[in-house]
């Protein structure tokens, strides 16, 4: 078995035109806090696929009741996962478990009528790689100098012009639907980049600019991080920022 070398970034940011960042995210057992201080952006690490390490971007539900609480308990509930052997049936249950925390917090909260999170989660496994993700934050694989999309947009149809709405998201009463979290494995190559990413990224850049950038990286990835997120800042920032990038090294 082959043990590979993780190189990873994190940047989380607010935009230019919301007051409140609703994302959060969970990168190798950290996330960030409601009431604590900002972290020190960008959050740089190396890890190794003798144990599994875990990635993960949550957009709060725009437009929804407390989107940012929703999408802190899904990146405290990832930060604190314990994988035990089956990772593709574990992250699925990781969702399934997040949706339920979420709920009963509405449930609680009388203040709170509902509230949602999207999901895109990464996992280095020893000797695979598993991607998840529920909602339309999303992963890519760049790898031989080309941008792929490696997750599936859970959307619903819109008239041309129109943001498409969600069909799943985490936050769901299993009385209205049961969350179908897209799972697939990846393998293991010397010099791919994983990014996972909030709407807010994807939305202001075009896939091509952001494969543009990535092909160019030759600086360290938490100033790969920064150049996208800047970039997305330049083209209107109208949402919320999250970027994780992780390299793989042989």
Known sequence: MNRYALSYACISDAGRTRSLNQDNYACDGTYMSISGPVPVFPIIGDADTQRIHLFGVFD????????EIASFLAAQKAAFYNFYGDVEYEIRELCMSTNDTI????????EVFSMGATAAMVAFAPEKIVICNIGDSKIFRFSDNMLRQV????????PHGHKPPLSQN??????????????????YKDGDIYLICSDGLTDMLKTYEIQELLAEYNVGLGSTAQKLVDLA???GGKDNITVILINVKA
């Open 103 to 110: 709920c009963q917090y509405t449930r609680e909260h009388d």
């Open 60 to 67: 709060g539900m725009g437009g929804e009741d407390c989107g």
């Open 233 to 235: 800042k330049a083209n």
């Open 170 to 187: 985490l936050g769901i009463p299993k009385t209205e639907l049961i969350i179908d979290p897209f799972v697939d494995v990846c393998p």
């Open 151 to 158: 997750s599936t947009d859970h959307l619903m149809f819109a």
